[in-house]
Structure formats: structure tokens, C-alpha cells
């Protein structure tokens, strides 16, 4: 299976080329980024010895001998760059969030369904064991109707502050699409609940104009800060489940947490504050209970502890070899974007968005 990439920055190096050299049977062929340099250092290290180098992505999607292409630029130009790569014959593996918008997500699954090609996107965290447990647990009913959750993205103080992060025409937004992608796209998977009605918002930039502020990746320049340091969004479901939403680059809150879920439903609840826990009762008391998630077998896991984000590869590549879907259908990550989307509406219109 011959891979391209296209976009060689931080996330391509972080999880995505690393993860596909541990899966066998698959070749890193050709790399593609506006920096030269960056392309040149993905080849040396992921690359096959004859693999390609290009600044412009139309040049690597002339390769006829590539099957498989990661999108790994910023959000930009994510639908763009996915929509070509389909249509030139390529299965898609676009990293998070799916688009800018849900107009671009929706013409990417259009894309998809147009060339019979197989499309996903990263939502790596899909893949940790606790996850993967949780998952289980919701699908078996053990919790009955999950009717109120929520997904929490909350850092204190750790704005990224390299690339493009802080640019919304870039980006699209700050820590919602950012990071609140991840914790949001977990909880709906967990509910197995894809239609959302309405979305009430709000954006903050409280602590971005701060030039001195403490942060993890230090200081930023505030006059480039153009997205939000902090989001909350309040979604109504169709069915009238309830999800709280919360996401954060910089917050004055000690409660924090990335890609975490909460969930209550008639039989029992689940949360990932401390460790997997599942509470409930039986026989008139209530129970709570941590799971162990470091000794035996957990479905899809085996028992191992491998990186969600190899697993992640290796289930992406195994579902084109084997032609199946893969674990993050596109058309789930959709409505993750319209949800942010609203959000970011409802944030600067005041009002509530509702979803046809």
C-alpha cells in the first residue's frame, strides 16, 4: 500500500508518519509540503529510498503508483486537498477536523461517494483502550439511554502557539475545532447519536490579549491571537439528550482534562475524570466502579497497550485492504462540524442555531 503525504509539519511527524511505519505492508512513496526542507527531512526519515518530493500537492496527485493519501495541512484547506486526492483516484485519510466548514465536509463526502473511494477522518482517541472499553459498555446497554453528557477539552494554560493555531482564516477557530473536536466526536460516538436539533454558544478571548501570560509553549503575540481562548457550547438533540461541551486553550480552572467524556443514562453513568469509571446501582445502593484497563483483554486491543494513533493506521490501511468502513465514518465527523459550526454561530449572533 503506497501512501503520500501531504502537509509534513507537526502533526504529520507526530502521529501520522510514525504510526503508518509501524504498519506492515505499507510504504511512505511521496511527500509533499510548501517548505522544501520539511518535505525533504519527511522523506529521509518515513520515505522509501526513491519516494517523491513536491511543494505542490496537484504535482504528487499526477503519481499514479500512490493509493493512499494523508491530508495533514491546516484547516484550510483540508475539503480541498481531500476532494482532489479522491478524485484522482486515492483513498483519503484527512486529519481533524474534517473541513472549515460543513459546506467543504459535505462536498468531501460528496467526493467520496463520486469516486467509490473510502474516506475518514483522525479522531485518533477513538482508539485508546479507554475508549475502545466504553465503547463496548454503551454498545451492550449497560447504561441504558444516555440522555445527558459532557465533553470536556479543557486545558489551563497551554496554547499552542507555532503555525497557524492562533489564525481563525487559517484555522477556523481556536481550541473548539481545535481540540473540543476530539472530546466532542467521542461523546456522540458513545451515544451513537448523530442528529443534534439546536446549539446555543459562546466564545471568549478573556486571557489572549495577556503577552506575558504563563503557557506550556510560551508567550504568544496577542495582535496574531484572532481565535478564542475558551468555548462553550449547549446542544440539544433531536431525541432531547443534552450535551455540554466545553474546550479551552486558556482557563482559570484547575478542573481539567483533554478528550474526556461524561455520560449519565437510565441505567448507569460513565466518566473518564479519574481513570474509566462506571457507576450505577443494584440492590438499593449505588455503586461506582474504576476499571483496569492495564491487565487483560479489551476488545479490538487484545490486551496490548499499542499507541491509539498506530492502531488508528493500522485499522485505516486493514479497511481498504479488506474493503470495509472504516472506524470514523465521514459522515459522523460531518455532524461534529456542524455542531462547532453552530456553536461558533450562535457565539456571534446571540441566538440559538437550529439544524434542518
Not at 474546550?247 to 474509566?276: C, H, I, Q, R
Amino acid at each position: 500500500m503506497k501512501i503520500g503525504i501531504i502537509g509534513c509539519g507537526g502533526i504529520a511527524n507526530g502521529k501520522h508518519m510514525p504510526s503508518l511505519k509501524q504498519v506492515e505492508g505499507v510504504q511512505m512513496v511521496a511527500f509533499c509540503d510548501i517548505i522544501l526542507e520539511r518535505a525533504n527531512d519527511a522523506k529521509r526519515d518515513f520515505g522509501t529510498q526513491n519516494a517523491s518530493v513536491y511543494t505542490d500537492y496537484k504535482e504528487l496527485l499526477k503519481n499514479e503508483d500512490i493509493d493512499v493519501i494523508h491530508v495533514c495541512t491546516p484547516n484550510i484547506s483540508h475539503a480541498e486537498i481531500s476532494i482532489a486526492a479522491l478524485r484522482a483516484g486515492n483513498h483519503v485519510m484527512c486529519e481533524k477536523p474534517m473541513a472549515k466548514t460543513a459546506k467543504e465536509a459535505q462536498a468531501m463526502i460528496d467526493a467520496a461517494k463520486e469516486t467509490g473511494k473510502k474516506l475518514t477522518i483522525g479522531y485518533q482517541n477513538r482508539f485508546r483502550k479507554d475508549s475502545r472499553y466504553l465503547h463496548t459498555v454503551c454498545e451492550d446497554g449497560e447504561l441504558g439511554d444516555i440522555y445527558y453528557a459532557k465533553a470536556k477539552a479543557i486545558r489551563r494554560r497551554a496554547v499552542p502557539t507555532w503555525g497557524v493555531f492562533l489564525d481563525e482564516e487559517a484555522q477556523g477557530g481556536g481550541p473548539l475545532i481545535d481540540i473540543g473536536t476530539h472530546a466532542l466526536d467521542l461523546t456522540l460516538w458513545m451515544m451513537d447519536n448523530y442528529k443534534p436539533k439546536y446549539v446555543v454558544g459562546n466564545s471568549y478571548h478573556k486571557l489572549s490579549g495577556n503577552e506575558n501570560a504563563a503557557n506550556a509553549w510560551g508567550a504568544w503575540d496577542p495582535s496574531k491571537f484572532t481565535v478564542e481562548d475558551s468555548a462553550f457550547g449547549f446542544i440539544t438533540m433531536e431525541n432531547g439528550a443534552t450535551i455540554v461541551l466545553e474546550a479551552s486553550w486558556a482557563l482559570n480552572t484547575l478542573d481539567v482534562g483533554e478528550a474526556k467524556t461524561v455520560l449519565s443514562g437510565t441505567l448507569g453513568g460513565a466518566d473518564m475524570d479519574d481513570g474509566l469509571r462506571i457507576n450505577g446501582e443494584a440492590h438499593g445502593l449505588t455503586f461506582e466502579k474504576k476499571i483496569d484497563l492495564e491487565t487483560g483483554g479489551v476488545d479490538f486491543y487484545d490486551g496490548t497497550g499499542e499507541d491509539p494513533a498506530v492502531l488508528e493506521a493500522q485499522s485505516w490501511i486493514e479497511a481498504i485492504q479488506e474493503d470495509r468502513d472504516p472506524v470514523v465514518m465521514p459522515e459522523q465527523a460531518l455532524v461534529v462540524t456542524q455542531i462547532l459550526e453552530g456553536i461558533y454561530e450562535s457565539a456571534k449572533t446571540g441566538q440559538p442555531v437550529f439544524f434542518k
